[in-house]
């Protein structure tokens, strides 16, 4: 015949029981507690991550941008040092500037050359050659 089992043994396996279900809920707990807090994490580190991502990009582009404006500046000052003014004068009397001799010649002209003791200013426009007066 089994032996039956004592009310405090039967108190004490209840309890074993009760502390392990309590524990292992706890333990779950704790659990979903940890893979809530990695998927925060994970989000986290995701945003912080296109942070830095867009922050490099906005400072690449900047870098560039800084970049073209100094090929711009150096450009723009090539551009005043090639653009001398130049005042002819001829002997006959009278001077002409470079921006009076451009008005003078038809547009597109890649040469002119200034005979002062002529009075004519002759121009180049492809194969086309022609002269006119400086003073009209």
Not at 25 to 53: G, P, S
Not at 54 to 70: L, S, W
């Amino acid at each position: 015949m089994p032996k039956k089992k004592s009310d405090a043994a039967v108190a004490s396996e209840i309890e074993v029981k009760k502390t392990v279900r309590a524990t292992a809920r706890k333990a779950k707990e704790t659990a979903n507690d940890a893979a809530a807090m990695a998927k925060e994490e994970i989000k986290d580190a995701a945003a912080v991550t296109e942070i830095e991502v867009k922050k490099n990009v906005r400072a690449a582009g900047r870098k560039v941008k800084e970049t073209v404006d100094d090929v711009v500046k150096e450009t723009k000052r090539a551009v005043n040092k090639a653009t001398l003014d130049v005042i002819i004068e001829s002997p006959l009397g009278g001077a002409i500037s470079t921006d009076e001799i451009a008005k003078k010649i038809p547009k597109g002209c890649s040469a002119v050359y200034v005979r002062v003791d002529e009075n004519k200013l002759y121009w180049v426009k492809g194969d086309d050659t022609g002269s006119v007066d400086m003073w009209e």
